[in-house]
């Protein structure tokens, strides 16, 4: 887990009996991503966190990395930014953010409407977004990105917070 002011029970609640969870030392979103590729992860969760995350250049480094090395990625919140900023994607603040619960989003390859928990102030510009990559889910309401997934890549991540639990807490 590469927490960015991680909810505690996001990975957790997200991953519970599907495989072992290990949160990498005390500040691994500023460790160098090579640090944690050595452990041999089957894969990284990029955490939820607060802020503008294009201004988290050394955190956007280590997502290109890690997204290029092959390894399974799935971010969530502040971490589907640092996945689309690690692709060349741009993001923007919003008017007044997605706060709460019961946002209405839509599963583009299913139809289906989840009804999702959120808390951000930022969205990936899907326009930016590039070729091998495409948009998951839209938020109901304003029609922003709320997910995307790589093709060629084991990498994929959503806006909303499926464990419920908008944070950071």
Do not use: W
């Not at 290990?22 to 894969?43: H, Q």
């Not at 990395?65 to 900023?85: E, K, T, W, Y």
């Not at 998951?136 to 922003?144: A, C, E, R």
Request: contains cysteine; charged residues 20%; glycine residues 10%.
């Amino acid at each position: 887990v590469l927490p960015a002011a991680a909810a505690a029970e996001a990975p957790a609640t997200t991953v519970r009996q599907v495989l072992a969870v290990d949160r990498v030392g005390e500040s691994p979103d500023l460790s160098p991503a090579a640090d944690l590729l050595a452990t041999e992860p089957d894969g990284v969760f990029f955490s939820n966190g607060p802020g503008d995350p294009a201004a988290l250049d050394y955190a956007v480094e280590n997502a290109r990395v890690l997204v290029a090395s092959n390894r399974p990625v799935f971010g969530i919140c502040l971490g589907h930014q640092l996945a689309a900023l690690a692709l060349g994607a741009k993001t923007f603040k919003l008017k007044f953010g997605h706060r709460g619960a019961n946002h209405p989003v839509m599963d583009l390859a299913t139809g289906k409407v989840e009804i999702t928990s959120q808390n951000h102030g930022y969205a990936v510009d899907p326009d930016t977004l590039p070729e091998g990559s495409e948009v998951t889910h839209v938020n109901l309401n304003d029609g922003v990105c709320e997910g995307i997934v790589l093709r060629d890549v084991p990498a994929f991540s959503v806006q909303h917070h499926p464990e419920a639990g908008p944070g950071p807490h």
